[in-house]
């Protein structure tokens, strides 16, 4: 979607639709209020007939409005003016979204954010404007040969009005920035919609390698099984061995900053189909562990957005991907496996394969001297269970790094809560038969796996994400969220 800046006489910029925010009692502020002067009342007029009484969400779309340059007016209910922070903005912007599509009017200019949203300046109104705009419109297409839903003219531009001139650097910073954000977090849906049959590891590493032919700074590695049989990831091989899809160790370098700058490593879990191997899961809704692939995709989504700003920093993004399938030669519940690390771990749920590839991929990460290591994985079925679909779960030991990636989510409306990941809990993974257990029983399962990985992780400042609750949607709005790439862009930009 393309987006521009428009200052000026609201009244008179021709657009097939102008975007007016109204309060609960039909109460018009700011430039509603304006354009209800230009209209002679109109405006208050036709509102009074009790259509559209403000509730958050809802249009009425009104047409001929005198004194207007515009085709249309679609009216957005705001909420209470009292209420109207971020959260109301928001569902405001995918109400008037949402019945853009349903018209034949294909672009429209926005005045929402300039109804000052609680807690947000222009800057983030506008970003949020186009990360929302650009989520809600979003579709899946790549296997669909007819789409009945699909809108007949779809929004392709959305301008955003400013009254003063002297505020358009903030918001054509917003709009590059949520631009660049919500082309991540396409990328990232795209990649975790995409079914188990076609998203392979080999697809995946194809679409690493298109993505570095694509921008300069960005060079793609990708190693192959013979590579990690020699650097011993006895782990990840493992999980891999029970597939007739070999796994691939997907390596992605953006270098945007200084050459000795050490690199930010975002490790991302990339298991295209997670069966539970030999430890296999019911069938009920076993079609969503397509989406056990979302971390590696958001680490795909992540790279491309700091390859579209051009962000001055290093950054590595590691994807260790294989399926996890049952086998006469899979994982079988007490095997032991050496983890490339040295470290052996009985491997008694075939089904935490997660943390196995993992591990190596975060072994693995020492070498590139990290500024910082964060991984981000559909971990745990646990974590779903603590938080829900609304927060991701961070596990980190540094209070620091945890607070700026709690800022970070808050910041781009992709929040993680943070999880304990105390010493306490690392004696549930403790075993007869090797160094660790690749689980650690039925309490605090999210902890545990957060403490598996804390084993592998020594070396460098460190982060988990379990993000198991957040990539996706279940139900009848199932589809990818493209989280957390938001979260990990804001840091990125951030720290930048
Ligand atoms: N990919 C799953 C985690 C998962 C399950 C994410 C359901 C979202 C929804 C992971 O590989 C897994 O199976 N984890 C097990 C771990 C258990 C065996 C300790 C789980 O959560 O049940
Ligand atoms: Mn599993
Ligand atoms: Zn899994």
């Given at each position: 979607m393309e987006f521009r800046i428009k200052t000026g006489e609201i009244a008179q910029l021709k657009t097939p639709c102008i975007l007016i925010g109204i309060f609960e009692g039909r109460k018009l502020a700011g430039p509603s209020a304006?354009?209800?002067?230009?209209?002679?009342?109109?405006?208050?007029?036709?509102?009074?007939?009790?259509?559209?009484?403000?509730?958050?969400?809802?249009?009425?779309?009104?047409?001929?409005?005198?004194?207007?340059?515009?085709?249309?007016?679609?009216?957005?209910?705001?909420?209470?003016h009292k209420d109207f922070g971020r959260d109301n903005y928001r569902k405001a912007l995918v109400g008037a979204v949402a019945a853009l599509q349903q018209t034949h009017a294909g672009a429209a200019l926005c005045t929402l954010h300039a109804l000052g949203p609680d807690g947000l300046d222009l800057y983030a109104a506008v970003r949020d404007l186009v990360t929302t705009a650009e989520d809600k419109t979003y579709r899946y297409t790549l296997t669909k040969k007819d789409d009945k839903q699909a809108p007949r003219t779809p929004l392709k531009r959305l301008d955003v009005w400013l009254s003063e001139t002297a505020d358009a650097q903030s918001a054509e910073q917003a709009i590059r920035h949520g631009s660049a954000i919500a082309a991540g977090m396409a990328l990232s849906k795209e990649l975790g919609n995409l079914p188990g049959n076609i998203c392979t590891p080999t697809y995946?590493?194809?679409?690493?390698?298109?993505?570095?032919?694509?921008?300069?700074?960005?060079?793609?590695?990708?190693?192959?099984?013979?590579?990690?049989?020699?650097?011993?990831?006895?782990?990840?091989?493992?999980?891999?061995?029970?597939?007739?899809?070999?796994?691939?160790?997907?390596?992605?370098?953006?270098?945007?900053?200084?050459?000795?700058?050490?690199?930010?490593?975002?490790?991302?879990?990339g298991l295209t189909f997670d069966t539970g191997g030999i430890s296999?899961?019911?069938?009920?809704?076993?079609?969503?562990?397509?989406?056990?692939?979302?971390?590696?995709?958001?680490?795909?989504?992540?790279?491309?957005?700091?390859?579209?700003?051009?962000?001055?920093?290093?950054?590595?993004?590691?994807?260790?991907?294989?399926?996890?399938?049952?086998?006469?030669?899979?994982?079988?519940?007490?095997?032991?496996?050496?983890?490339?690390?040295?470290?052996?771990?009985?491997?008694?749920?075939?089904?935490?394969?997660?943390?196995?590839?993992?591990?190596?991929?975060?072994t693995y990460s020492e070498r590139f001297d990290p500024e910082l290591v964060i991984d981000l994985a559909t971990l745990t079925g646990a974590c779903v269970i603590a938080l829900g679909k609304h927060?991701?779960?961070?596990?980190?030991?540094?209070?620091?790094?945890?607070?700026?990636?709690?800022?970070?989510?808050?910041a781009a409306a992709d929040r993680a809560w943070r999880m304990p990941l105390w010493d306490?809990?690392?004696?549930?993974?403790?075993?007869?038969?090797?160094?660790?257990?690749?689980?650690?029983?039925?309490?605090?399962?999210?902890?545990t796996a957060a403490c598996f990985l804390a084993r592998y992780t020594k070396a460098y400042r460190w982060a988990h994400l379990d993000i198991a609750g957040t990539a996706w949607l279940s139900g009848k709005e199932k589809g990818a969220t493209g989280r957390p790439v938001a979260l990990l862009t804001q840091l990125l930009l951030k720290r930048s």
């Open positions: 304006t354009l209800d002067l230009a209209t002679g009342g109109r405006l208050s007029e036709l509102l009074k007939k009790g259509d559209m009484d403000g509730r958050v969400g809802g249009t009425l779309m009104l047409y001929d409005l005198p004194g207007l340059a515009s085709e249309r007016v679609l009216v957005v209910g705001c909420g209470k995946l590493a194809e679409k690493a390698v298109e993505l570095g032919e694509r921008y300069e700074h960005l060079e793609t590695e990708i190693l192959e099984e013979a590579d990690m049989e020699e650097l011993k990831m006895g782990a990840l091989l493992s999980v891999s061995r029970g597939s007739r899809q070999p796994a691939k160790l997907i390596v992605m370098h953006y270098r945007g900053g200084e050459p000795d700058a050490k690199p930010v490593v975002l490790v991302g879990k296999i899961k019911p069938a009920a809704d076993m079609d969503e562990m397509k989406y056990d692939m979302c971390g590696g995709a958001g680490v795909f989504g992540t790279v491309l957005a700091a390859c579209e700003l051009g962000l001055p920093i290093n950054l590595v993004g590691v994807v260790p991907s294989s399926e996890n399938m049952p086998d006469g030669d899979a994982n079988k519940p007490g095997d032991i496996v050496t983890s490339m690390s040295g470290q052996t771990i009985e491997v008694l749920n075939t089904d935490a394969e997660g943390r196995l590839i993992l591990c190596d991929a975060l927060a991701s779960g961070l596990f980190t030991t540094d209070d620091h790094l945890a607070e700026e990636i709690v800022a970070a989510g808050q306490d809990y690392q004696q549930q993974l403790d075993t007869n038969f090797a160094d660790m257990a690749n689980v650690g029983g039925r309490e605090a399962g999210a902890v």
